[in-house]
């Protein structure tokens, strides 16, 4: 019989944090005037005031970009597809810019279910294959795990959902 692993304790958040175990499952889809940019080789690629962000139980806040704030040109859909019980399909985006290539770096749900309806065509960004994710000037750090998109700054206090289990301290 194997022994199961714990639930995560939070980590206390700190003054003017949120904590990731405080977000709600379903996620929550809430817009953002915080000035989100992404780079890619050099290339700011993606520059927004009008985000939304989707915040679920355990995850770091994903961030939504408006195509239209969205360099476009570098990107190409992919035949990779994955499925969300909350919000639908998604579809993915190899980015491409000089001799630099993305794979699958980027998603988005272009048919979202009608609670998600605002994110429609929103391009979303792993920050683990990008020069830099910025929220207001911060640099993101990624989620921990090749699946996840999670944004992690100073104000979301974890742990967060693909960290690896807390040791026994014996």
Do not use: N
């Amino acid at each position: 019989m194997s022994k199961s692993t714990p639930p995560p304790t939070p980590t206390p958040p700190a003054s003017g944090q949120e904590s990731v175990w405080t977000y709600p499952r379903p996620p929550r889809l809430e817009p953002t005037r915080k000035h989100i940019e992404v780079i890619f080789d050099g290339v700011t690629i993606a520059d927004t005031r009008r985000a939304w962000r989707v915040l679920e139980t355990g995850h770091a806040p994903v961030y939504y970009v408006p195509p239209e704030d969205v360099r476009m040109e570098y990107f190409e859909r992919t035949s990779r597809r994955s499925v969300c019980e909350f919000k639908g399909t998604a579809t993915y985006y190899t980015i491409t810019h000089g001799d630099r290539i993305a794979d699958h770096a980027a998603w988005a749900y272009l048919h979202p279910t009608p609670p998600y309806a605002h994110i429609a065509g929103h391009i979303a960004f792993y920050p683990q294959q990008m020069d830099a994710c910025l929220v207001d000037g911060e640099p993101a750090r990624s989620q921990p795990g090749s699946f996840y998109g999670g944004w992690i700054t100073d104000d979301i206090a974890g742990p967060f959902k693909g960290d690896p289990p807390a040791e026994d301290a014996d």
